[in-house]
Structures are given as structure tokens and as C-alpha cells.
């Protein structure tokens, strides 16, 4: 399916985009998802229960229309035995259509702007230009595929936190999609900074916006249980399950005195994560939030 995606519209309340977009990511394995525009219209006063939530699908295995429908039940039942109502989910009604990729990728395109992530750290779209102020980080990016424009909350958290924690020399990023952290870290002034992710197309995107960069980061096709060597600081921005999962192999590359972000944690799915720290002997040094996510700065105890 090169040429081609799902564009996937669920009718939802929208105050509960996070979540519904969570759900997509982790089970329909989608590409990015856009809120449609009536959210925006009534963003002033008029709070609307009514929103389409746009995702972009790319992979072949969910075009099973009863696949979707099951999944979407099954999630939004979840959510109603965690005491949301009818009206606070919205109906979940569904449709999909096949659409040509170009539109998507220049679609996002257009709306993806210059992010002050925090008041040093500036990512760039590559096709645009910007001066830098004072000393600001500036990162030119092009994500292609990949997770990390810098506008998602959860990439927010960790660039904050590497800025709270700095210091380090050698970094680790678990997860790293467009390379985004890995690049931030090195600019950052770390000396070694390593990147892995589980998905293989993501590598090459990562070189290169290092090389747009001028930094050197080590990319890798990998995954945290196979590497050997150990860091000053580890991003991890991952969803929840995977955290629990992988949580001992991270606490393994992490020097003795080593600092760690975990990230990608819906503030609902907190305690998941809360249950690895605790099982492998982590202490909390920090926890940030924005809006519906959370993350931890953790140490070892
Ligand atoms: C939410 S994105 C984060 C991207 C980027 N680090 C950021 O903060 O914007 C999560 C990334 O982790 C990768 N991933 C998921 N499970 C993984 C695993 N077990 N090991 C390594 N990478 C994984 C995904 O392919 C994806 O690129």
C-alpha cells in the first residue's frame, strides 16, 4: 500500500481526543491523527460534544472494516466501565476510505509549524526557515514517517526534561522515530548519543535529519534488550504497555547514576507504569504533565 492510506473518521466527543487517539496508535498501529475542524469553531465558549477524529492508516491489516468495528466496541466499552458516559465518548460511528498519500503527507504538511518547544529548544519544519533568538537549539526536521514533529505532548515532556536534568554525556533513546530526542540530547552537548527503534524505516529518516543537523547520533534497528551499553540518561517515549514490558532493560542501560524519562503514559494508564518503577526498584525524581500526559523522571532507589 505505497501510494495509498485508510483515512479512518470516528465520531467523537472531542474532550476525549487523547484517549480515542491512544487507542488508535496502539491497536490500529496508525500513522498520525487529526482532530476535524469543529473542535476549533467552538473552542472559544460553545464546548461541542460532536468531533470527527481523522486517522491515517497505512497499514494493509486494518482494512478489515469488522476488524475496526470490534476493536472500536471493544475499547469504548472499556472506557464506559472506567464511568464515561454516551454523551462524554460520543458514538464512535465509523467509516473508511482509500485515499491517495500524497494528499496526506502534504495535508500535514501544511499545518505543521515552527514548535517553541520550550523557551531554548525550537524544532523547525526543514522547508522552512527561522532565525534563531539568543541561544536557542534549533532542530530542522523532516519526519517523513516517522513519530516526532515535536508537537506532541509526550516529545514535549521528554525535551523538558532533558533540559531540567542536563548535564549528561551519553544519552539513550528508546523509541526514537524521527530522531527528534536523539538530535536535542546531542545539541544538547551530549558526547555519545544512541538511538534505536523497533520499526526499520525509521532509521533512515533519523540519519538524516541528524546529518540536516549536523550531529553525529548513532541510529539503530534495535530494541533495549540487546543492547549492552550503558547511559547517563534514557528517553523512553513509548506507549505505557511497552514501558512495563521493556522497564527492566531500560533500568539496565541506565548508569548507576543515571536518570531516566518515561513518556507516552496517559495519565489513566499511569498506574501501569507506576507498577514497573516499583517492581524494578526505580525512584521517582519527577512527574510533569501536560493536559492528558504524564511522565516520570526516575532514578535508581
Ligand atoms: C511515540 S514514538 C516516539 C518518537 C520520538 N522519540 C518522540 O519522542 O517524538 C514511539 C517510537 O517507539 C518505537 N517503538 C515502539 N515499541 C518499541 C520497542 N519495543 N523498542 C524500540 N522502539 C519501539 C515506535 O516505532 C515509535 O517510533
Redesign the pocket.
Known sequence: MDNTYIELKISINPKIEDEVSAVCFERFNCEGVVLAEEKYKDLEMVSTTEGTLKVFLTDDSVKDIDEIKSVLKEEREFLKLQGLSDEELGSWEFSIEEKENEDWSKKWKENWDVTHITDNVVIVPSWLEYTPKGKEIVISLDPGH???TGT?Q??QL?VKAMEEYSGFKTVA??????G??AIVAKKMGADYVYG????PD?IDVANENAQKNNTECVFEFN??DKITNTFDFV?A??LHN?LYE?MPDLKRIMNKDGKMVLS?ILDEKKDVVLKAIKENNLKILKINHQDQWISFVVANA
Open positions: 516517522a513519530f516526532g506532541h509526550t516529545t521528554c533513546d528508546i523509541g526514537t522515530g524521527s527528534i530526542l534505536c527503534d523497533n520499526d525509521v530494541t533495549a528517553c517515549n513509548i511497552v521493556i507516552g
